[in-house]
């Protein structure tokens, strides 16, 4: 990252907020880390809970905002119409559930949010919001929701059902959080009275149906979980386009995003933030974390080694079928030589600010597709974990805030490096927090020092 490795004198006063990036599957957004031999030699199974409390230890060891789950409800045949190539390279593919993962992690940690994607668009607000209130109660406050609608025809197609046209979709998805909001306002906060000697367990008159009747939704209410420590769950966001940056201005407490280059980071951070203030939010409510991927060595050398190694494990097959589904378009119908930059293929224009490299020349589809396989377009910061501190704070002064998401080349083993020598360093500079405060995962997403 030739642009974010510029070392500026002036310190940003915020304390940054860091992410673990986790998808319950073989990969997350590295197609390496199945193959890699640092995940081989672990020897960690996946599928088993023990992997996923293993990293919530060590990212709670590392004061970590939260571990975050992504998720996908679908293997994917969109490159060139087979499941083949989602299935030879496990293109997040097979991805389990990871919503039972947050209770099993909750229970060996104490002060780290644990959150997950859930998407809106499959499902009624009425299950949404007493799955997460329950998950709230259980984790004391940490739980956090991922809110997505989902833009994939293998997904939709597994609920039956047609991909739905964006202003729909969204249009959808702010009926679905009203609902849910109307739901876990449904008990008051003292409408649990508990008195036992008179048998009342709840006041009748503190709880309240929501006869809520929309345009996708009906729902009676109430809800039958009482009022959760967050009432609800923090809210997480991830929409890019202009409705799903709406969506996340109104309701995100924290924002995940991909922006390869900190110069589109920064026009990102500054447009969603203004766009806060515009609606009368205080815009340090909702964090922006930007992805990326760390790959550290005890030396420069070293790290460049290893970044090869990484990157050479990844199939362009694999890396073609990756940036197809998540662009819902077939790659294989055009040629691998052509910019991206210029097609003029309506998906196409989706995450149109990961099709250039670091110094803004722009890719073919072969070389967007092996940049989407290897980190899912993702910065690589690669070097010491001096040299990742520095390229992590140039990174953050260009844009102004707030934090990272990190993403493991391989699992466990990166996650404890990045902790073990990245977040010391980082802490020493005074970027990073040295203890938490708060209790709750909104408190930590806004805690400043
Ligand atoms: C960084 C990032 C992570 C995302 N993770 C997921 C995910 O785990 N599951 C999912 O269904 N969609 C995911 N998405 C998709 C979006 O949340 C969003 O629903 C999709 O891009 C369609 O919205 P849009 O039209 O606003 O782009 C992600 C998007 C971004 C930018």
């Known amino acids: 990252m030739a642009e974010s490795t510029k070392k500026t004198k002036s310190k940003p006063k915020q304390k940054m907020h860091l992410a673990q990036f986790l998808v319950h599957g073989p990969t997350y957004h590295s197609l390496a880390m199945w193959r890699h031999p640092e995940t081989a030699k672990a020897g960690y199974d996946w599928s088993r809970p023990e992997l996923y409390q293993h990293i919530a230890k060590v990212c709670e060891r590392g004061l970590f905002d939260t571990v975050f789950f992504a998720d996908l409800n679908y293997i994917a045949d969109t490159f060139g119409g087979s499941m083949g190539p989602a299935l030879r390279n496990a293109t997040q593919a097979p991805e389990h559930d990871p919503i039972p993962l947050l209770s099993f992690m909750a229970a060996v940690t104490k002060r780290i949010g644990v959150a997950s994607t859930f998407s809106v668009s499959h499902s009624h607000p009425f299950y949404a919001a007493r799955l997460w209130a329950s998950l709230d109660h259980l984790t004391e406050g940490r739980a956090g929701w991922n809110v997505v609608t989902s833009i994939n025809s293998n997904q939709a197609a597994n609920y039956g059902e047609e991909r739905q046209p964006p202003g729909t979709r969204y249009d959808r998805a702010h009926e679905f959080m009203e609902v849910c909001q109307k739901l876990w306002h449904s008990w008051d906060e003292d409408a649990v009275v508990m008195d036992r000697e008179n048998a009342i367990f709840a006041d009748p008159d503190k709880v309240h149906r929501i006869e809520h009747e929309g345009r996708f939704f009906k729902s009676r209410g109430p809800l039958n979980v ?50 806060m203030a515009d609606i009368g939010r205080d815009p340090d409510t909702c964090k922006i974390l930007f992805g990326m991927q760390p790959i550290i060595g005890a030396s420069e050398a070293e790290a460049l080694e290893k970044q090869d190694e990484h990157n050479s494990l990844v199939p362009l097959e694999g890396g073609m079928a990756i940036l197809s589904a998540h662009l819902d378009f077939d790659l294989s119908k055009i040629p691998p030589d052509a910019l991206m930059t210029e097609r003029q293929e309506p998906e196409l224009f989706r995450m149109r ?51 990272f998401m990190i993403s493991a080349t391989h699992s466990p083993g990166a996650i404890e490096d990045f902790v073990d020598l990245i977040v010391p360093e980082l802490q020493k500079r005074g970027l990073f927090r040295t203890n938490y405060k708060g209790k709750t995962q909104r408190e930590i997403l806004t805690q400043k020092d």
């Open 226 to 275: 009482i009022r959760s420590p967050q009432n609800g769950p923090a809210i997480l966001q991830a929409g890019t386009s202009p409705q799903g940056q709406d969506f996340a201005v109104k309701y995100a407490d924290a924002i995940f995003a991909i922006q390869p280059r900190a110069v589109d980071a920064a026009a990102y951070f500054a447009s969603i933030k203004g766009q």
């Open 353 to 403: 600010t990961r099709f250039r490299k670091p110094d803004g020349t722009p890719m073919t589809v072969a070389e967007t597709a092996a940049r989407h396989g290897q980190s899912v377009s993702l910065p690589q910061f690669v070097g010491t974990p001096t040299s990742i501190a520095d390229q992590m704070e140039a990174y953050i002064d260009a844009v102004g805030g707030d934090g």
